[in-house]
T-cell receptor, first 115, second 116 residues
Framework: DADVTQTPRNRITKTGKRIMLECSQTKGHDRMYWYRQDPGLGLRLIYYSFDVKDINKGEISDGYSVSRQAQAKFSLSLESAIPNQTALYFC??????????????FGPGTRLTVL | AQKITQTQPGMFVQEKEAVTLDCTYDTSDPSYGLFWYKQPSSGEMIFLIYQGSYDQQNATEGRYSLNFQKARKSANLVISASQLGDSAMYFC?????????????FGKGTKLSVKP
């Protein structure tokens, strides 16, 4: 079984709809992240969480919110989806205390299309 | 500002030859980490190799090596003996501030195509 799972894997929705993307991990890591990937732009950080009570905005948090329901679960919500939020979304995890060698483990990605 | 720059949007290499993918970074932190990830057409992100800012030797992992030139702030990925399965997007990333922020800063990627 995969260590980091994301649901759904693909989603097509309409402008104005509320969407939730979910991420679960079995790696026992305390840190979790949401990234967005657009063609030609690489991955950009949306939100990150160091533990259940710690949520931080990333580079592009506007239009998104997150919830860390448990150490293993981190969900991303689009309150009112718009077409320029069409992208590939990745959840990632890492272990604190590893210093700069904080390798991140990525989920398989969720391809979101907003019409 | 902390930044990763990958200047090669796309590259071609002949099968069995070596190829170098360029990466330069910008940070004022003394402690940082540098990573390379591979993203095949299926979309997943695969960790390839890591180099710490205090590491004295260049990192190697099988056919992958990282040419770390600290003074020039470059961390180029070298793939030896290219294989068709190496065709993918390659991302350079940095972990600033000794990893305390947790997140990675990514470059825009290089698309590598291996020709038979």
């Amino acid at each position: 079984d995969a260590d980091v799972t994301q649901t759904p894997r693909n989603r097509i929705t309409k402008t104005g709809k509320r969407i939730m993307l979910e991420c679960s991990q079995t790696k026992g890591h305390d840190r979790m992240y949401w990234y967005r990937q657009d063609p030609g732009l690489g991955l950009r950080l949306i939100y990150y969480s160091f533990d259940v009570k710690d949520i931080n905005k990333g580079e592009i948090s506007d239009g998104y919110s997150v919830s860390r329901q448990a150490q293993a679960k981190f969900s991303l919500s689009l309150e009112s989806a718009i077409p320029n939020q069409t992208a590939l979304y990745f959840c990632a995890t890492s272990d604190s205390g590893t210093g700069p060698h904080n390798e991140q483990f990525f989920g398989p990605g969720t391809r979101l299309t907003v019409l | 500002a902390q930044k990763i720059t990958q200047t090669q949007p796309g590259m071609f290499v002949q099968e069995k030859e070596a190829v170098t993918l360029d990466c330069t970074y910008d940070t004022s932190d003394p402690s940082y980490g540098l990573f390379w990830y591979k993203q095949p057409s299926s979309g997943e992100m695969i960790f390839l190799i890591y180099q710490g800012s205090y590491d004295q030797q260049n990192a190697t992992e099988g056919r992958y090596s990282l040419n770390f030139q600290k003074a020039r702030k470059s961390a180029n990925l070298v793939i030896s003996a290219s294989q068709l399965g190496d065709s993918a997007m390659y991302f350079c990333a940095m972990s600033p501030k000794g990893g305390s922020q947790g997140n990675l800063i990514f470059g825009k990627g290089t698309k590598l195509s291996v020709k038979p």
